[in-house]
């Protein structure tokens, strides 16, 4: 046992398993599947959280039936075709000491026909809250067919070699929509008293038991979303969770935040506070004698995790997230190195981001996610030859191959025109709520001070300085500059926007370096529709700023609606009494307002002391071409933090 978090690092006995510790990879959709086979790709990805130290996995649902077919990378149900594929990732997992379990799904009225081609069953029939289709209200024999599909799939899992599966009755499911009058409203067997709803779930887990045996987990997937009427509260949930204990029907419940009918919570946001089911673990395990209970929902650190445990709010915890950002966290935390921990952003750009466009998962600051099986993990092969290696630029890109440089045993030197290192990526960490960027910088300088990396601040060169420098590599990574001409997509006749030479005019990134004085009144030209609009003009809010906010897109922060935080900065905003125009192109800036027109409307004019730009930046290529050197990030073309994070991984490894 570790003695730097010793709640977290005690063992827990599972059913016929001891876990080495508390914390869980718990399940979500990793999305990796090859024509519906786990692959190299799921192997890699799950054998490296093994590695890294968790003491359970629970693998990403499988679809129990033709119906319950919900995304493209979703496993082929109904098929013993599946089970040498996963006995592939089992084996690996079991070899680095882990418990592997396997998730088993029915999403019910919310499934897509898109990817399944049939219609979704439900107990009532009622509409689907992903789309607009509706549902089919099952007969008792197709109940039956359900129910002999979990049993048939928990029966794949157990020839697949895991050591048990955990039932998903979680965010609306089609188990919990037994559950729910809401969804229920059946007159049969199957509905109306507490008794006959319980009944779907309670016969699946005697049946699961009975071809099991006894060395076989089951565990329960729940949630709260305290906010939706229609949904359960936490005292119907403690006597649903308390009804299937007496009964000794699981061995674990697992407990998550939100649901289908709001989404938000489910993958929680920066807008979310941290340890959020702690609270809903918390008063589940006051109703259970025998079942184990697990805290999910925004437990990122090792701090947190060790924190719910250490106060008995939950008996173990798990961290997704946090151990897709850093693989190797429990082993760190055990080890009294949590400050090396690579912290995750809760911003969900390539995590559920890449799953909303239905790609397989990834990590913004840890691009080896998915391609753990092609990188050799989140590790590093020491190079043949070191080599003196310069790195020009502090931004995110240059830091991470700086990193990868040193970590591979390159004598690295970076060097950074400015007094500070993280460059645009530091600006977007100043934005309210977003402190966590801040965090990985840190994270970042702290690694590269530990693999003696020479940095050199407030230090610009030219090719000729660079040169002088006597590196046998030089990477340029001197990122991109803001376009302050006010470039609009619905007016590609215009370099640039008209009157933008009338000055009170400043950039989103003057402002948040504090470089920009706005007047009282501002209006934000937002041609990104991303973080740099919004957040730019929720900061200018919260320092007292009338805002309005003008965008081509079809919302403010519509290109972050694949993370779920454009929600909640929209509400947060209409809060502060931001007015937002979308559909909109900004025809003129007049020094003391604008005229803006929204798609097919009539110019409107808008008094506003200044104006605000929010645009894709130009890349910094000048110093790259006069050296010939190779050019990671901004530098090569303006983008996000993450791919200027994976070509900084990328290089640093080629070095």
């Keep these: 046992m570790s003695n730097h978090f010793p709640a977290l690092f005690q063992p827990l006995q599972l059913r016929h398993k001891t876990l080495r510790n508390r914390i869980v990879f718990g399940s979500h959709t990793a999305n990796m599947s090859d024509m519906g086979l786990p692959g190299e790709r799921h192997r890699g990805y799950y054998e490296e959280r093994a590695r890294g130290g968790a003491a359970m996995i629970v693998v990403e649902p499988v679809p129990v039936h033709r119906t319950a077919v919900l995304t493209r990378g979703n496993f082929k149900h109904s098929t013993d075709e599946i089970i040498p594929h996963f006995r592939k990732i089992t084996d690996a997992v079991h070899s680095h000491g882990a418990v592997i379990c396997h998730q088993l799904y029915h999403v019910g009225q919310h499934g897509d026909f898109d990817n399944s081609y049939e219609p979704s069953w439900s107990p009532s029939g009622l509409p689907s809250f992903h789309d607009s289709d509706g549902s089919h209200a099952m007969s008792e024999n197709e109940i039956e067919e359900i129910i002999e599909s979990f049993v048939e799939a928990a029966r794949r899992a157990k020839e697949s070699g895991f050591d048990g599966i955990e039932l998903f009755a979680a965010y609306n499911a089609i188990i919990d929509q037994f559950w729910l009058p809401f969804n229920n409203r059946r007159d049969d067997r199957w509905g109306g008293s507490f008794e006959n709803r319980m009944r779907f779930s309670g016969t699946i887990m005697e049946r699961i038991r009975k071809m099991a045996g006894d060395d076989f987990i089951i565990g329960l997937a729940v949630n709260m979303d305290p906010e939706v009427k229609v949904s359960q509260s936490i005292e119907q949930l403690q006597e649903i969770i308390a009804w299937h204990d007496q009964r000794q029907l699981m061995d674990y419940v697992t407990c998550g935040t939100g649901s289908y009918f709001s989404s938000g919570g489910i993958i929680p946001n920066v807008f979310f506070a941290d340890k959020l089911g702690a609270p809903h673990a918390e008063a589940l395990k006051q109703v259970v004698k025998f079942a184990k209970v697990q805290c999910e929902a925004h437990i990122r650190t090792p701090e947190n995790a060790n924190y719910v445990v250490a106060s008995s709010q939950a008996d173990m915890v798990s961290i997704v997230r946090g151990q897709i950002a850093d693989p190797h966290l429990a082993n760190k935390a055990a080890e009294g190195r949590s400050e090396d921990v690579r912290p995750c952003l809760s911003c969900n750009q390539m995590c559920w981001g890449r799953r909303y466009r239905d790609y397989w998962i990834s990590c913004l600051i840890n691009p080896s996610v998915g391609r753990e099986f092609e990188w050799g993990g989140d590790r590093f092969i020491a190079a043949g030859k070191p080599r003196k290696v310069l790195v020009i630029g502090g931004g995110v890109a240059g830091l991470e191959a700086a990193r990868v440089a040193a970590e591979r045993g390159h004598g690295v030197t970076l060097a950074e025109a400015s007094d500070r290192l993280g460059g645009q990526f530091r600006l977007a960490g100043l934005t309210p709520r977003r402190q966590q960027i801040i965090d990985y910088i840190d994270w970042l300088e702290r690694q590269l001070t530990k693999l003696q990396v020479k940095v050199l601040l407030n230090t610009p060169l030219d090719a000729e300085e660079a040169k002088a420098m006597g590196a046998d590599e030089i990477v340029v990574a001197t990122g991109s500059m803001p376009d302050g001409k006010g470039f609009q997509r619905a007016m590609p006749e215009h370099d640039a926007l008209p009157g933008v030479e009338l000055g009170s005019v400043a950039t989103a990134e003057d402002v948040m370096a504090r470089i920009a004085r706005p007047g009282k009144r501002v209006i934000v030209l937002d041609e990104t529709a991303n973080w740099k609009g919004g957040g730019t003009a929720l900061t200018l809010a919260e320092a007292g700023h009338e805002v309005t906010i003008v965008t081509g897109a079809s919302a403010v922060m519509a290109e972050m609606a694949r993370t779920n935080a454009d ?53 910094e290529r000048t110093l790259g071409r006069e050296l010939g050197a190779r050019t990671i990030g901004d530098a090569t073309a303006a983008r996000n933090a993450a791919m200027a994070i994976y070509e900084g991984r990328k290089l640093g490894m080629g070095l």
Excluded at 571 to 578: A, D, M, N, T, Y
Excluded at 585 to 596: I, K, P, S
């Design 567 to 619: 929600v909640q900065l929209r509400s947060r905003l209409r809060e502060l009494g931001v007015r937002m125009i979308s559909e909109a192109v900004l025809r003129e800036w007049h020094g003391d307002g604008a005229t803006v027109q929204v798609f097919g409307g009539k110019p409107e004019r808008i008094a506003a002391d200044t104006l605000v730009i929010a645009a894709t930046n130009v890349s």
